[in-house]
């Protein structure tokens, strides 16, 4: 796909042009001794021609012709005139390609020394892209070719493409394109409203009867209730429209499995919120924009300004301050997943048209499949496979112990990390497992697999590392889930019938779901079907006696789902299951509702819906809702719905009522309302008349009032306060009262002040009763500012962001991830101390051929913290004051400063209004922050503008604690320096930093890093510039630093010098060249430098040269070469070159 472009462009425009205008040409012809025609048009259709000689019409054994050349000859029998002429008609396509290319064409030209013309070779422009297909084609992008070599590398080639492409292929045909050939193995952040999918690579060519997609595209099918689907996919897809019929085929490998997630938020966290798999797995990604969030059966905008962000990688989203999450929050999230098991292929096939102008009719299929002969990453042995023959669909059968015996090392050890504990529970024998690498006794190696919550034996502490919790106090397990290849077929009939304002129809579907191709077992539940009728009128005025009665419209509906029927995506709406009190029920489905709309006025309406829904032979249930809107659009609004639902089974018998009514009132600028909320679910046992813990009782009551001032400026306030009812000993008892204030302010009256504030405060309060089974008071804090400020002409320049949020949070684990070498930030030393487990302290920094890089994951623990991020920045620029001029004035003029103060905490501070008020004496805490930075910078700069002399003064400080899911990381960060800019004459120029650092770390012993290091720096650098385009340059740098952490403080000295010469081709490209010379000496050989002090250097003697040149062949073309040489102490010389060449399109 990525290297054939030009073979897959020609293949649709071939294509496309089958779907082009057929056009009639006649050619009239002189007769010619040579008995050779030659038509105008090389797209002739064969045997459409008539030919006529005078005005004879010739037959077909009259003359030959080759359809190929487009020429024909006539029979030598005809009685032929030189007179005459030839008239031919034919039909052709219409295309827009040339009858010939040329590179070059002859010419006459007077040749002046010999008084006569001759034929001489013209050079056409060569073919290119927009020879070809005309200048209505955008292109924009790069071709990247080159290569890597060096001592410590192998050869590698190094080459990118990326092309897009937009515009016209012809007068019918538009192409859209985007081409590379780089593979991006990172998922965009989930944090902007919009995402740029940067892996998306494909071509689309539109024509007025087709369409065709090849690469990456959104397989979108609705319109019809049962075959509805929603797919991110690779492959071919094409759309054809003809007259009153369209088709759709797609070809294609799925990038994903499609699931539903439902389950209820929890008060006083925003977040993260984990997405699990069909089978609850944990380790799944999130393919990217594929998800749908529902909060209350509203869709919500992903984005950090909008209402959630999500973690595609970690498969967790987390709510923004503008949607406050409670324990009666619904949340639904729909979403294509990929858990890496098997290569998946997917088939999509719909058909639709119009007959007679009110007759509609459609056929759909699709398929998805796993390729059970292309496993990722794992292969299946025989005996694995006759495991998944015998388990039939159940998953709990396709499983393999995940204990398993250690290799032996090189001295003959077996050396595991698990050591195998036999023990006694519940007067039982139970082997259990023990995390404990290095232990002679470790000969196991053990794999977990998580089975959710309170259905395993361990919790996971970090990767790798398990622990026994107690037979069912945990979610994991010491097994292997075997991955059971799916196949999933559905087909999809619909026909509906259309007469002015009435439509009737039907749906007929079938389903196959297979969920283990690999066994015949329970093949017997693999095939459903489902029906749909309906009958609709649409909104139609309503007369009687000449008089209008306004607008009526109404929906019938019977459905039938059998038991095993398995649609592709969701069938109903996002609240089906709630609006006919439905738990997760099995059996066949029937489903009868009635709809009716009748709107007297245009501002008044009422809807009404009847349904009734029988699940099994056991559970029914009837649904009676009702709605009415009145609105005077400049004076008042008004809502109510009333929705009740009864629903028994043989054990449970349930009513439930669900009221909803909004009133405001505006008034020029100022409105105000309230919204009541009530909701009482019933739900007793046949036996005693008891109530089951699933009833409830709530009412809420939330008045608003706001005022806008402009389009611009705006103030809201809403009040809520909520109360809670619960059953406990079977008896319906207040549980909790729960007060939210909101405040929502946004001012950009002027330009330079912009303003927007959202504040959230929600205390819950429980009764005694439901504090003594262990409910606990909470508290909902969500602040969000955005401020900008630009005073006094531009002196004055400020920005002031706050965001906190209550979330949930768990400590992180740092995991390092092997990458191609030069491309990481870490060397693995070895297993140093011969436990068999890659740890912290056995990788080490690099600046040189590293090969790993460091990713931290969230362990499964998660921990209730405010989290809190503000920034603070401001400028100030005396330069800008209109002052007269003296000393002091000029003085005062010269001076600007910039002022940065940033704070990022994740505390778990019970009271949370130590961390939101910026009790600063609560951060970074040992006890409760799990993560946490602040960072306070102070620039004052002095004739900063001034090329002749400027200073800067600088302050920056930077305190930080990590708590990783191996101990605890805190840092301190101190610079205090001073900066000098003098040119000392026009070609000279000098930048000189005094500098004194405090580099304090404190980490686990076993990594190695702590240190406690001061150091005291002198950099100067001179520049001399002879001519504009030529360069020197020196640098040398002094500096010395103690360690205070060892027992016995050490010293390091450092000293580097640094010449380089710089030369610039004008508009061309430039040519840099370096020598270093770096020593660092430490008072004890046998102390272990900080890689921050060494930056890269060995202690001793390093060399260093470096080479850049790069070079503008055209305005299209560009290269470069890089050459490294270094020599450090101790070492051989080490070679690195570099080239590469660049075409801009």
């Not at 026994?468 to 999933?488: A, D, N, R, T």
């Amino acid at each position: 796909m990525k290297k054939n472009l030009l073979t897959i462009i020609i293949f649709f425009i071939t294509f496309f042009d089958s779907f082009s205008q057929i056009i009639t040409i006649t050619d009239t012809l002189k007769i010619n001794l040579k008995n050779e025609y030659k038509i105008s048009s090389i797209n002739i259709i064969p045997f459409t021609e008539n030919i006529f000689l005078g005005s004879q019409k010739l037959n077909r054994e009259q003359y030959k012709i080759n359809y190929n050349t487009g020429t024909f000859t006539l029979s030598n029998d005809l009685s032929i005139k030189l007179n005459d002429r030839i008239i031919i008609t034919y039909q052709a396509l219409k295309l827009s390609l040339k009858k010939e290319y040329q590179k070059k064409t002859l010419q006459r030209v007077v040749e002046d020394k010999i008084f006569d013309t001759i034929r001489v070779s013209k050079k056409n422009s060569m073919i290119n892209s927009e020879s070809i297909f005309g200048r209505d084609l955008q292109k924009s992008g790069s071709l990247i070719r080159g290569f890597t070599i060096g001592t410590n590398r192998e050869f590698t080639l190094n080459s990118g493409l990326n092309l897009q492409l937009s515009g016209k292929l012809s007068d019918d045909i538009n192409i859209v394109a985007a081409l590379t050939d780089e593979n991006i193995p990172i998922q965009p952040e989930g944090n902007t409203e919009k995402l740029d999918e940067l892996d998306k690579v494909f071509i689309e060519i539109k024509h007025q009867n087709a369409t065709a997609t090849f690469g990456d595209y959104d397989f979108i099918l609705s319109g019809n209730e049962f075959s509805n689907t929603t797919r991110k996919l690779q492959g071919l897809m094409t759309d054809f429209y003809l007259n009153k019929s369209n088709a759709k085929i797609s070809v294609a490998s799925s990038r994903g499995k499609f699931n539903i997630n439902n389950f209820y938020g929890e008060d006083g966290k925003q977040g993260p919120y984990r997405l699990y798999g069909k089978n609850n797995e944990r380790l799944i990604v999130i393919i990217s924009n594929s998800e749908k969030v529902y909060l209350d059966g509203n869709l919500l905008k992903r984005g950090e300004n909008n209402d959630y962000t999500i973690d595609y990688s970690n498969s967790e989203i987390t709510f923004t301050p503008k949607k406050i999450i409670t324990s009666a929050s619904r949340i639904v999230v729909e979403f294509e997943y990929s858990d890496q098991k098997f290569k998946r292929n997917f088939f999509g096939f719909n058909f639709s048209s119009t007959l007679f102008d009110n007759l509609n009719f459609g056929f759909s299929y699709l398929r998805d499949s796993d390729d059970e002969n292309n496993p990722i990453d794992f292969s299946l042995t025989d005996q694995q496979k006759n495991i998944l023959m015998n388990a039939g669909n159940d998953r709990n059968k396709a499983v393999i112990n995940g204990v398993e015996l250690a290799k032996v090392d090189s001295l003959g050890k077996l050396k595991g990390i698990y050591v195998e504990i036999d023990t006694l529970i519940n007067n039982q024998s139970k082997k259990i497992y023990r995390y404990s690498p290095g232990n002679e006794f470790a000969i196991y190696n053990v794999t977990f697999s998580f089975v959710g919550f309170g259905n395993g034996d361990y919790e996971k502490e970090s990767l790798c590392k398990y622990k026994f919790v107690g037979i069912g106090q945990g979610s994991y397990l010491p097994i292997i889930f075997l991955p059971m290849p799916e196949l999933k077929q559905l087909g999809n009939i619909n026909l509906s019938y259309n007469y002015k304002n009435f439509k009737i129809g039907g749906e007929f579907s079938i389903s196959s779901f297979d969920k283990n191709k690999l066994s015949t077992i329970d093949n017997s539940l693999n095939n459903g079907f489902a029906r749909k009728l309906f009958f609709q009128i649409t909104p139609t005025e309503f007369t009687f006696n000449n008089t209008n009665l306004g607008k009526i419209s109404l929906q019938l509906k019977d459905r039938f789902l059998d038991s095993k029927y398995s649609p592709f995506d969701r069938i109903d709406n996002i609240e089906f299951n709630r609006d006919y009190n439905i738990y997760n029920l099995t059996g066949e489905q029937i489903l009868r509702e009635a709809e009716l709309n009748y709107s007297p006025l245009t501002n008044i309406s009422l809807n009404s819906k009847y349904g009734y829904l029988k699940q099994g032979s056991d559970f029914s249930s009837n649904r009676f809702f009702n709605k009415i809107e009145f609105s005077f659009p400049t004076i008042i609004n008004a809502n109510y719905q009333l929705d009740y639902v009864k629903s028994n089974n043989k054990i449970l018998n349930t009513s439930w009522l669900k009221q909803n009514g909004v009133i405001s009132y505006l008034y020029k600028s100022f409105s105000s309302g309230v919204e009541l909320i009530n909701e009482n679910k019933e739900e007793k046992f046949f036996k005693n008349d008891s109530l089951s813990y699933n009833s409830f009782v709530y009412n809420e009551i939330s008045p608003f009032v706001s005022y806008k001032l402009s389009n611009s400026t705006s103030v809201r306030f809403i009040y809520s306060n909520r109360v809670e009812s619960f059953p406990i000993k079977k008896l319906m008892l207040k549980q909790s009262d729960a007060v939210t204030k909101k405040i929502e302010i946004s001012f950009n009256e002027f330009k330079e002040v912009i303003s927007v504030l959202n504040l959230a405060l929600r205390r819950k309060s429980y009764t005694k009763e439901f504090q003594n089974i262990g409910f606990s008071n909470n508290e909902t804090v969500l602040i969000q500012s955005q401020n900008r400020v630009n005073l006094f002409k531009n002196i004055f320049n400020g920005e002031f962001y706050y965001n906190a949020s209550t979330e949930q949070t768990a400590r992180f684990e740092k995991v390092f991830v092997k990458v191609q070498k030069g491309s990481g930030n870490y060397i693995y030393l070895g297993d140093l101390n011969n436990n068999g487990i890659a740890e912290e302290n056995e990788f080490q920094l690099s600046f040189y051929d590293a090969d790993f890089i460091l990713v931290t994951v969230p362990t499964d623990k998660l921990y209730p913290i405010i989290d809190l991020k503000t920034n603070i920045k401001f400028r100030l620029d005396f330069t800008k004051l209109n002052m007269s001029d003296n000393t002091f004035n000029n003085l005062i003029k010269s001076i600007s400063t910039e002022t940065i103060f940033r704070i990022d905490e994740q505390n778990k501070d019970e009271k949370t209004s130590n961390i939101y008020l910026l009790k600063l004496k609560s951060f970074l805490n040992e006890k409760n922050t799990l993560r946490g930075i602040q960072n306070f910078l102070q620039d004052i700069n002095f004739m900063q503008n001034n090329s002749e002399l400027s200073f800067r003064l600088r302050f920056n400080q930077r305190k930080s604690l990590n708590q990783y899911s191996a101990g605890i990381e805190k840092g301190y960060y101190k610079e205090k320096s001073l900066r000098i800019r003098f040119k000392m004459i026009e070609e000279i120029s000098n930048q000189t930093d005094i500098i004194n650092l405090t580099d304090n770390f404190l980490s686990p012993a076993f990594t190695n890093r702590s240190r406690t290091i001061n150091n005291n720096a002198i950099v100067s650098e001179f520049s001399y510039r002879p001519e504009n385009n030529l360069e020197i340059g020196f640098k040398f740098e002094i500096s010395r630093s103690n360690d205070k952490f060892p027992q016995q403080p050490q010293t390091i000295d450092l000293n580097s010098q640094i010449i380089r010469t710089n030369l610039s081709f004008e508009s061309l490209g430039r040519l840099r060249l370096e020598f270093e010379r770096t020593e660092i000496n430490s008072s004890s050989k046998n102390y272990l430098v900080p890689f921050e002090v060494l930056k890269g250097n060995t202690l001793g003697k390093n060399y260093y040269m470096r080479l850049f040149f790069d070079y503008k062949i055209s305005s299209m073309i560009q290269t470069s070469l890089s050459y490294d040489l270094r020599k450090q102490e101790n070492s051989k010389l080490i070679h690195n070159l570099r080239a590469e060449a660049r075409a801009i399109f």
